[in-house]
Nanobody
Framework: QVELVESGGGSVQTGGSLRLSCVVS????????LGWFRQAPGKEREGIAA????????TTTYAASVKGRFTISKDSDTLYLRMNGLKPEDTAMYYC???????????????WGQGTQVTVSS
């Protein structure tokens, strides 16, 4: 079982920055990946960033919508998402998630945090 608890959301103006955190606890297998997802009202859930759980050889991937602006990273028990250059279209509920890497890449992880709201005003 894996537990994830997000924090760090809030309201910012266009061009602002936020850093989301996600404390991860429980059993993590070497094949697990961690990811950030978001869902805006009336829109489908979008996977925006992923990182493998083995810190010795870190691999990160990003959705085109956030590449170059967002950075995913992690330490021993916390996943981070640094968000720079925020735009109104980044407004959404943000979730961290964990599971086998293929499930994270396919937007189907089984372990989710409770979500944290990010609102970007113009």
């Amino acid at each position: 079982q894996v537990e994830l608890v997000e924090s760090g959301g809030g309201s910012v103006q266009t061009g602002g920055s936020l850093r989301l955190s996600c404390v991860v606890s429980g059993s993590m297998y070497s094949a697990y990946c961690l990811g950030w997802f978001r869902q805006a009202p009336g829109k489908e859930r979008e996977g925006i960033a992923a990182i493998d759980s083995d810190g010795s050889d870190t691999t990160t991937t990003y959705a085109a919508s956030v590449k170059g602006r967002f950075t995913i990273s992690k330490d021993s028990d916390t996943l981070y998402l640094r968000m720079n250059g925020l735009k109104p279209e980044d407004t959404a509920m943000y979730y961290c998630a964990a599971d086998l890497c293929d499930l994270v890449r396919w937007n189907r992880p089984n372990y989710w945090g409770q979500g944290t709201q990010v609102t970007v005003s113009s």
